[in-house]
């Protein structure tokens, strides 16, 4: 994985929709218009060309498969559109029924050598599966399925200046501070120990092995749940495959290329802060916070947030288990989700800008870095690319950095 800490943000926009309490993100989300992923054709060429080594038969490859039938967030999404809710009972019912259905499509596909990775129903209903190249066309032709996608295999991006967004300015004036939201994590993790989470500190996370969840360790009260959908060996770039586990600590290894990726990103949407002598921050969070206090590490955009964390990225390499999560964070609850990751050069119709789409249709504000391809045009990546997200594109921090000066008439 290419470690991309200096250029693009996929997190400052947590904005008002972090900080606002969750009555309020709730009862009056910012929706844009219906987006209307259904009646897709099956575009099998396209697909088996974009799949490398698809040119031969016996090769492995990763696809996702949409079935008919519209997801769970689609009907939530209805809901809201219409004043109404859509009740966790009928979430429930819709689940069910999508699961029985893909029951007899997933036998047909294993049927076919496919290898059933991912199953969702909220966010899109479908599998991501492995499956040889050859077998392909006859997947597009099993009854029900509508479309294929290439899976997309996302890296990391992040950068953010709390101070430079204003945000200790808006929590003086409005009182916003994050509390009641919570916010989905789809990154390397959390190092949930850490003091800038009210964590138990350095000797508890020596002590924590990352693979299992020690009694009393997690969930926190600040990090409030999570899951590992990968563990620390995950590399798709090298071929190695997810193991979860269900603690979602980011990796613990010193080397790793993109180590505490998660943890910087958490903080910067959520953390409470660390002062200069080395303990927990507890607030006040107003307009006199950063002024008046001396940090080691100072607070989030949404000091008083919940976090939710999942695992995405190993200690290394990409990615290809994003669906996955979105499909995890919107059946917790997740308000808002922020993923500081991309894929290149993003298509607004692929599986994870439909996957996020079908999210923020649920309500959920979704934010995803614009990515660190270049001043080139339509080098956006994706998820950002996806009609509902918000995207945040690089930008310069610091002020006195030499750029240009427009006038306008």
């Not at 966010?123 to 290439?150: C, D, E, S, W």
């Not at 890296?155 to 409005?174: C, E």
């Not at 998660?262 to 002024?291: F, K, R």
Request: neutral net charge.
């Amino acid at each position: 994985m290419r470690r991309r800490l200096a250029l693009a943000v996929g997190i400052s926009v947590l904005l008002i929709a972090a900080l606002m309490p969750s009555g309020a993100v709730a009862s009056t989300p910012e929706r844009f218009g219906r987006v209307d992923t259904s009646g897709k054709n099956v575009d099998v060429i396209r697909v088996l060309g974009m799949l490398r080594g698809a040119q031969r038969a016996n090769q492995t490859v990763m696809i996702a498969v949409e079935l008919a039938g519209q997801p769970v967030a689609s009907y939530v999404g209805a809901a809201l559109d219409s004043g109404t809710t859509f009740s966790e009972a009928q979430k429930s019912n819709v689940r069910l029924l999508l699961g029985r259905r893909q029951a007899g499509i997933a036998a047909q596909l294993r049927g076919l050598g496919a290898s059933i990775e991912g199953t969702f129903t909220d966010v899109f209903n479908g599998f991501r599966i492995t499956v040889p190249a050859g077998k392909v066309r006859q997947i597009a032709h099993v009854i029900g399925v509508t479309h294929l996608y290439t899976v997309p295999t996302h890296h990391i991006d992040n950068t953010n200046t709390v101070s430079y967004l204003g945000a200790d300015t808006t929590w003086g004036q409005t009182g916003f501070t994050g509390a009641g939201v919570k916010i989905a994590i789809l990154d390397t993790g959390i190092n949930y120990d850490h003091l800038d989470f009210a964590g138990a500190g350095f000797t508890a996370w020596q002590h924590n092995n990352g693979k299992i969840i020690e009694p009393g360790t997690f969930p926190t009260a600040k990090v409030i749940a999570g899951y590992d959908l990968v563990g620390d060996a995950y590399d798709p770039d090298n071929g190695i495959g997810p193991s979860p586990d269900p603690d979602p600590l980011d990796c613990k290894a010193v080397d790793a290329p993109d180590v505490q990726h998660g943890t910087h990103v958490a903080g910067t949407a959520a953390g409470v802060g660390v002062t200069s002598a080395g303990h927990t921050y507890t607030g006040p969070y107003n307009a006199s916070t950063l002024s008046s206090t001396s940090f080691r590490i100072g607070p989030g955009v949404a000091p008083q947030a919940k976090l939710m964390a999942y695992r995405v990225f190993g200690c290394g390499g990409g990615t290809n288990v994003v669906v996955d999560a979105l499909e995890r964070a919107v059946r917790d609850g997740a308000q808002v989700i922020n993923m500081s990751l991309g894929s290149p050069l993003g298509n607004p119709g692929s599986l994870d800008s439909v996957a996020s789409n079908n999210a923020s249709l649920a309500g959920v504000t979704v934010v995803a870095s614009a990515g660190n391809e270049g001043p080139s045009a339509y080098a956006t990546g994706s998820p950002a690319v996806a009609t509902r997200v918000i995207a945040v594109a690089a930008m310069d921090a610091q002020e006195s950095f030499p750029g240009a000066t427009i006038h306008l008439a």
